[in-house]
């Protein structure tokens, strides 16, 4: 079976955050040495952010329980806690896959600008672990310009549409200043994960906390943030100048005597933005002088507008992304005939060579000029050649002809690398 690019992830849209923190790779740097040494990949690019966990491969596709295995291993996980989890993509499947992920159509917001850098950071990490080879490189290279070419072409990017983002925007617009103020992130779900990327991506330092601190700790690992207990936070509102509550409390985190007790000890105002459905901030906090309060609602209103406007292109960049597979489809076919295209010409020019140097001697030939002359011609000759049938068998290649590929390797006696 011919080697082949293969996706496996564990992502927001199977698993909530909390759930892929149990995925996630503490040291990438010996998960990479794992997953060459022991999953059956020639090659591996790892891509982590707060919202998946992936693993992009080039190898023998039938070496999927292999990934799951080195995988688990490396997690500290029982195999069976991919079945719910996993998904997978192979071939022109995986291609799919990350030009939609570098195009922002597969992130939990459409058009996120985020995921472009990371997929960046991640083939240049494999590349210095040298866990990236001529595929994966091709493949990231290509899928990277198409991303980028898609947000320019579309303005898919343009706006914030996440509940996140767009408060983290109105704190901005409302506070002078955002980076200098103390600011407190309740939760630790989806809406949360998108304030503290908004907030880790304008450079702003945060607070984070929820019931349990270890999960506190543990999204502030992946999503950003300092982790703090609840109970003193909760107590001790009045360092606080903008306060995010993202949560799914039944009840209000957030009361008027908590907060009215804080307000008398500030000569400052604060702003508050309660993201919870349902709300977990007191509606009468809003009475509170010196107090500026948004709720789910009324961003989300701003929301759709932007939503709206973005969704309105995700057409047009799925037109560019179809226009696109077929060109990566017969550039990676093309990959695997390279190698064969190359070692043709080496043998047949070393053979040229071997020749060359016979008929110079049998010449007595000294004078370099025509050396050099009868050298370039035999060059010349060789080009004329052989260029024909190896562009005949890259294109072959491109569509897909694995007959044509076969006959050559026999042809010329070319022995794959296994």
């Known amino acids: 079976m011919t080697s082949e690019v293969i996706n496996a992830r564990v992502t927001f849209r199977k698993s909530p955050i909390h759930m892929l923190e149990r995925f996630t790779f503490r040291d990438i740097d010996s998960a990479y040495e794992s997953f060459l ?32 295995k080195t995988w688990a291993s490396v997690s500290g996980l029982e195999e069976n806690a991919f079945k719910e ?30 995921i472009l850098g990371q997929i960046k950071e991640s083939i240049n990490a494999a590349r210095q672990m ?14 990277i310009r198409v991303g980028a070419r898609v947000r320019q072409a579309t ?10 983002s767009m408060a983290v925007k109105l704190a901005e617009d409302n506070i002078d200043d955002l980076k200098s103020k103390k600011i407190l992130l309740i939760g630790t779900g989806e809406a949360a994960s998108l304030v503290a990327k908004s907030l880790k991506k304008r450079g702003i330092d945060f607070d984070v906390t929820s019931r349990t601190f270890e999960r506190s700790k543990s999204f502030a690992e992946t999503a950003g943030g300092n982790p703090v207990r609840f109970e003193n936070t909760i107590a001790n509102f009045k360092l606080v100048d903008v306060l995010f509550v993202a949560t799914i409390a039944p009840y209000f985190l957030v009361t008027y005597d908590r907060i009215k007790e804080a307000m008398e000890s500030r000569k400052n105002g604060m702003m508050i ?6 709300r977990t901030v007191d509606e009468n ?4 002088k010196k107090i500026k309060m948004m709720n789910l609602d009324q961003i989300a209103e701003m929301v759709d507008k932007n939503m709206r406007t973005r969704m309105g292109v995700v057409s047009a960049a799925e037109k560019i992304i179809n226009e696109e597979i077929p060109v990566m489809e017969a550039a990676m076919k093309r990959l695997e005939v390279e ?31 025509k ?31 694995s007959e044509i590929l076969k006959t050559v390797t026999k042809l010329f006696d070319y022995k794959t690398k296994e």
């Open 37 to 68: 040494k022991h999953s059956g990949l020639q090659e591996c690019v790892l891509l982590q952010t707060c919202n998946r966990v992936e693993l992009f491969g080039f190898g023998n596709g039938e070496n999927l329980e292999r990934i799951k």
């Open 85 to 114: 989890n996993l998904e997978i993509s192979q071939g022109v499947d995986a291609y799919q896959h990350l030009l939609k992920l570098t195009s922002g159509l597969d992130s939990l917001v459409v058009g996120e600008e985020q």
């Open 130 to 143: 040298r866990a990236s080879g001529n595929a994966l490189n091709t493949l990231f290279d290509k899928a």
């Open 155 to 164: 303005g898919i990017s343009k706006g914030s549409i996440s509940i996140g």
């Open 273 to 278: 933005m309660d993201l919870s459905n349902p």
């Open 285 to 288: 906090v809003a009475t509170i």
């Open 339 to 369: 190698p064969i295209v190359k070692n043709v010409f080496k043998e047949i020019d070393q053979a040229r060579i071997k020749e060359l140097k016979k008929a110079l001697q049998m010449l007595g030939e000294k004078d370099e000029q």
């Open 371 to 401: 050396i050099r002359i009868i050298d370039q011609l035999t060059q010349a000759i060789v080009e004329d050649i052989i260029s024909v049938p190896m562009n005949n068998l890259r294109k072959a290649s491109e569509q897909g002809d």
